[in-house]
């Protein structure tokens, strides 16, 4: 970053995100009903001057959690990334994205510069992921403070835009990724009332607007500069109830989801609104096809309704995304290609989500002779809230027949464990609806149990563990990972074992509970009283076993390769996982085979391991090895 680049490396992108500013104050043209301003006065030259030369975007959405760090993640890696994923602060550096975030493709696939600013420190593990092969890939976090050599972050954006200035005048980076937290903080913090969160959003609009003209006058960025200016969630509603409930964001109510993207420079159209439904996850395909690099691990679209021309840029969401096998039932989440409906679910040609889901994600099943029990998740558009829903059917050769989930309401990050002990089906799952443990579910957070029997019976309640995740069936027993209470939850992730009916326990071996931190647990699997989990830390990650009647564990593996996004399974008695280097791999103590160039997704059927696969250039497909 110290010199300036010899060749020209395409398209430059400056993407600004103003955190948690609210249509309504924003880009609405309807008055607020906390001053009686709209957008256009709020923001007079934003509305004047810069949306006519571009696309404003404004069914622009976070589907995922409705906060600042795993939002970022999400926008940055063009995946939805959970929050127990992302660090509080620098620390150890453990809560990094597991997927390569659009920086990294820049500069590994490009060669080009990228650069993280922010006053703030929850987005600084974005400078790199988890990724096997991404390594010696690190791209620049500026924390900007009030003053030279201060280790706080500025209250104010003020200095932000100072900063901005300077480095793309004197550092030249193709990619600039800013984050503005002074509305954000404003809204939470500030008093008296609602004035400082509103002065805080009005002090945007003429450095926006100061921004473009600096990108258009110089010599390196004008006419080839995309200038995208967002939000990474929006806050809540009168309708909310609360008082001062625009302080508050975290749920699924429209409030919190609905945002806008406002779009400026080549190849970009001009004076365009468009309500299209696009999401975070959509901004780095977005980013990547305009730097002409490839993001094969994205799950979002490229916001094509926005854009003047359409090269022939790389398909990263064709084919199947996930699967789910068990015995002769085969279920399958499949991407589309419309920004109205992202996936569906089928089985046997059959599609089991709903014909008005926006998406439908992460299947399972469990199998029972000639029928077998789905479940899986969606979330459909609405004016007023959009949660993710649980939904179930019970499957045979011919027919499907709904069953009817005992909680519906569930997070974007849902997918239960489905077993059939003595005939009986049996689930588990994480209950955490909105991913967080706040916004009214306090004390509400955990895992819970419940029987199909003509109906559900919930057999287990939460009982107040952090950020549960993977809970699986273990006799009268769950395992899952979690984090304790505390202010230091998200930087630890635990297995606890829980007898039905009792509190939870920590699995007290030195690989399911790290002494100091230094790593965290990530991934589960459990077959009878022996447990699969993967360790991550900075620079390690080891995939061990623990057998739960005794608490002894070994390691099975130590592989920097070793992809965290993908769940290690077994395999009748044998642990199977993969690896993800120059090729993929999927593993097994004895030996390890060649599946494709990626992989996506691992599942056994009782007899044979089911992978998801892509060679460059063609769609995922699902296959039994």
């Not at 300036?4 to 249509?23: A, I, K, Q, S, W």
Request: aromatic share 8%; hydrophobic share 40%; net charge negative.
């Amino acid at each position: 970053m110290a010199c300036r680049p010899v060749e020209d490396p395409g398209t430059r992108v400056v993407l600004v995100v103003v955190d948690g500013v609210r249509v309504e104050e924003a880009i609405w043209q309807e008055p607020s009903e906390l001053d009686g301003l709209t957008g256009p006065e709020r923001w007079p030259l934003v509305h004047e001057q810069l949306m006519p030369q571009g696309t404003l975007i404004t069914g622009f959405r976070n589907m995922g959690t409705t906060i600042t760090a795993p939002a970022h993640a999400t926008l940055a890696t063009g995946a939805r990334t959970p929050l127990a994923n992302m660090a509080v602060d620098n620390g150890a550096g453990l809560y990094r994205s597991v997927l390569p975030t659009v920086g990294e493709e820049l500069e590994r696939q490009g060669g080009g510069d990228a650069l993280w600013m922010a006053n703030q420190t929850l987005i600084s593990p974005l400078t790199h992921s988890l990724m096997p092969g991404f390594d010696s890939v690190d791209s620049p976090f500026i924390l900007v403070s009030d003053q030279v050599g201060d280790a706080q972050p500025a209250q104010a954006d003020t200095p932000v835009w100072l900063k901005l200035s300077r480095t793309l005048e004197e550092e030249r980076p193709q990619l600039v990724m800013v984050n503005l937290k002074g509305v954000d903080r404003s809204g939470h913090y500030g008093s008296p009332g609602f004035e400082p969160y509103l002065e805080a959003i009005a002090a945007v609009d003429a450095p926006l607007v100061t921004l473009w003209d600096f990108i258009q006058s110089d010599p390196w960025y004008a006419d080839n500069t995309v200038l995208i200016v967002t939000t990474d969630h929006g806050r809540h509603r009168i309708e909310s109830g609360e008082e001062d409930y625009w302080r508050n964001h975290g749920d699924w109510s429209a409030g919190d989801r609905e945002g806008f993207a406002l779009l400026l420079g080549p190849d970009v159209l001009r004076n365009t609104v468009i309500e299209t439904p696009y999401a975070l996850e959509d901004l780095a395909p977005t980013i990547a096809a305009l730097s002409g690099v490839d993001l094969p691990w994205a799950e979002g679209l490229v916001m094509t309704d926005a854009l003047s021309v359409y090269p022939e840029w790389p398909e990263n969401r064709a084919g199947v995304a996930r699967i789910a096998v068990d015995g002769d039932f085969l279920v399958q989440e499949i991407f589309q290609d419309s920004p109205e409906f992202r996936s569906v679910i089928r089985y046997n040609g059959k599609r089991l989500s709903s014909e008005d889901a926006w998406a439908a994600e992460a299947p399972v099943v469990a199998a029972d002779g000639d029928q077998a029990v789905a479940c899986w998740r969606e979330i459909a558009l609405d004016l007023e809230q959009m949660p993710w829903f649980g939904r179930c059917a019970l499957l045979t050769q011919d027919r499907v027949v709904d069953l009817d989930f005992p909680e519906p309401l569930v997070s974007g990050f849902w997918q239960p464990d489905l077993r059939f002990v003595d005939g009986t089906l049996t689930m588990s799952w994480a209950h955490n609806p909105y991913d967080i443990a706040q916004v009214g579910v306090e004390g509400d957070v955990g895992v819970r149990v419940a029987q199909w029997d003509g109906g559900w019976t919930v057999l287990e309640d939460p009982r107040g563990l952090l950020y549960p995740e993977a809970p699986q069936l273990f006799g009268q027993q769950v395992v899952f990972i979690a984090s304790p209470q505390g202010n230091d939850a998200r930087e630890q992730r635990r297995l606890y074992l829980q007898d039905l009916g009792k509190s939870p326990r920590k699995i007290e071996t030195p690989l399911a509970q790290p002494v100091g931190g230094q790593w965290l647990v990530s991934q589960l699997a459990v077959r009878g009283p022996r447990a699969l989990a993967v360790g991550v830390g900075d620079n390690e990650r080891v995939l061990f076993e623990v057998n739960l009647l005794t608490d002894e564990d070994t390691v099975l593996v130590r592989d920097d390769d070793l992809p965290v996004h993908i769940p290690p399974l077994w395999a009748g008695g044998t642990a199977v996982w993969a690896l993800q280097g120059e090729r993929a791999q999927v593993c097994t103590l004895e030996r390890c085979i060649d599946v494709g160039a990626r992989i996506r997704d691992l599942d056994y059927d009782g007899e044979n391991v089911w992978v998801v696969t892509q060679e460059d250039g063609e769609a995922w497909a699902a296959r039994k090895l």
